[in-house]
């Protein structure tokens, strides 16, 4: 996960524009509201899927999942999904708290992201733990317990200080799911690099963190699987370099040498180049790179 740069708003979600197909349908709700008393039993939540919002997202996400990173345009173009559920919230229910959702915001452009099936959905998967031994995740493997995973309706938040009312300050609630375009999540995951999987944990015990990778499944196998091809890439790379400048460090031709280094600070572009916003898993070759110039750091000083 990486922070995403949210693009203007489309038109047809403008709330500044009273007759925006937006504002219309969040104005019908909010007048349903205010002549019944109550939220309307099946309320219409249509424009957030128009084709221009999705066009948008698409965009702007680089045609990757914002929780994951995995591309979906490959083989799907993803789901418009609600950061905030619009139609009830399974953790508030747990807590015995009554939540209508976050039915204002289902038409709000700062609401929605791009999302694969697999982090949207609720679905059965197979997850890796972080810290697994080679023998464990071959255990898993035969044993193949699924658990559910998928965002769906989950919404944790501090203190189950969920906000209930469309007229509230959104800025007192705090959620646990991390959204990629408010916070820059890269801090507050620690990323394992040694293993046959590629895992992912929260830095520190984050609680952010730690609800984000539970919820969407970010350890999930096939995911594990997917990022660890990028990964095995980085590896190559990374041996590369380190055995070139160890040969480095060997010589005594100092044009020789000079040439070897000009090979390390092409690998090391290729490396960057992973790390662009464009790329699938860029938050894991991010980490990937800040270890390895710390790496490389140690040996040339």
């Not at 999904?81 to 039915?103: F, L």
């Not at 203190?159 to 509230?168: G, I, K, P, R």
């Not at 280094?261 to 092409?266: G, N």
Request: proline share 5%; with cysteine; hydrophobic share 40%.
């Amino acid at each position: 996960m990486i922070r995403i740069e949210r693009e203007p708003t489309p038109a047809v979600l403008d709330f500044g524009d009273a007759e925006s197909p937006a504002a219309r349908e969040r104005q019908a709700i909010v007048d349903y509201l205010a002549a019944e008393g109550k939220l309307p039993k099946s309320p219409k939540f249509e424009v957030y899927a128009h084709a221009q919002v999705k066009d948008v997202l698409i965009a702007m996400h680089h045609g990757k999942c914002a929780y994951c990173e995995i591309l979906t345009s490959g083989g799907f173009d993803g789901d418009v999904e609600h950061y905030r559920p619009k139609k009830g919230i399974t953790d508030a229910d747990k807590a015995g708290v009554e939540h209508p959702g976050y039915w204002w915001l289902a038409m709000a452009w700062e609401n929605l992201l791009l999302s694969c099936q697999h982090c949207n959905q609720s679905r059965r998967q197979l997850i890796h733990q972080a810290g697994l031994s080679e023998a464990d995740i071959e255990r898993e493997l035969r044993e193949k317990k699924l658990r559910t995973t998928g965002k769906k309706n989950r919404f944790p938040v501090e203190n189950n200080a969920w906000v209930l009312d469309f007229q509230a300050d959104m800025a007192g609630e705090h959620p646990l799911l991390l959204n990629p375009c408010d916070t820059d999540p890269e801090d507050l995951f620690e990323w394992e690099f040694e293993r046959s999987i590629s895992t992912v944990k929260p830095r520190g015990g984050d609680p952010r963190a730690e609800a984000t990778i539970e919820i969407l499944g970010l350890n999930r196998r096939f995911l594990t699987e997917a990022r660890v091809t990028v990964l095995n890439g980085l590896r190559l790379k990374r041996k590369k370099i380190i055995d070139r400048l160890n040969r480095v460090s060997a010589m005594e031709d100092e044009q020789l040498a000079a040439e070897l280094m000009q090979t390390v600070v092409e690998d090391m572009l290729e490396v960057k180049q992973a790390c662009s916003a464009e790329n699938p898993f860029a938050g894991l070759a991010r980490a990937f790179r800040r270890k390895l110039q710390g790496e490389i750091e140690a040996m040339l000083a």
